[in-house]
Nanobody
Framework: QVQLVESGGGLVQPGGSLRLSCAASGATSRCESLTWFREAPGKERELVAK????????VYSDSVKGRFIISRGNGENTVFLQMNSLTPEDAAVYICKVSCATDWGAIVDYWGPGTQVTVSS
């Protein structure tokens, strides 16, 4: 089992920045990728950014490319999302997911509860 807790959300003015954190605990040694999603009212869940646990491969949605940066902490159990030049369209609940291998060859996804980001003047 893996437990995830996001933090760092809050209210920010347009053009501002926030740094989200996702802390993982439990059986994280076989986790292979870490992904940030977001959910806004009336919209489908959107993949925002994804990185492998090695940090060598990253993917961003077109809507955040050039403004957001996903990175790993010094240990393997924390992933950050640096969000710059925020607009009201970025307001959403941001959710962290890790994908981990099992002994029987399957991949299991674990989700955090999410952290609210509000962008408003």
């Amino acid at each position: 089992q893996v437990q995830l807790v996001e933090s760092g959300g809050g209210l920010v003015q347009p053009g501002g920045s926030l740094r989200l954190s996702c802390a993982a605990s439990g059986a994280t040694s076989r986790c292979e990728s870490l992904t940030w999603f977001r959910e806004a009212p009336g919209k489908e869940r959107e993949l925002v950014a994804k990185t492998t646990t090695s940090g060598t491969n990253t993917v961003y949605s077109d809507s955040v490319k050039g403004r957001f940066i996903i990175s790993r902490g010094n240990g393997e159990n924390t992933v950050f999302l640096q969000m710059n030049s925020l607009t009201p369209e970025d307001a959403a609940v941001y959710i962290c997911k890790v994908s981990c291998a099992t002994d029987w060859g399957a991949i299991v996804d674990y989700w955090g509860p999410g952290t609210q980001v509000t962008v408003s003047s």
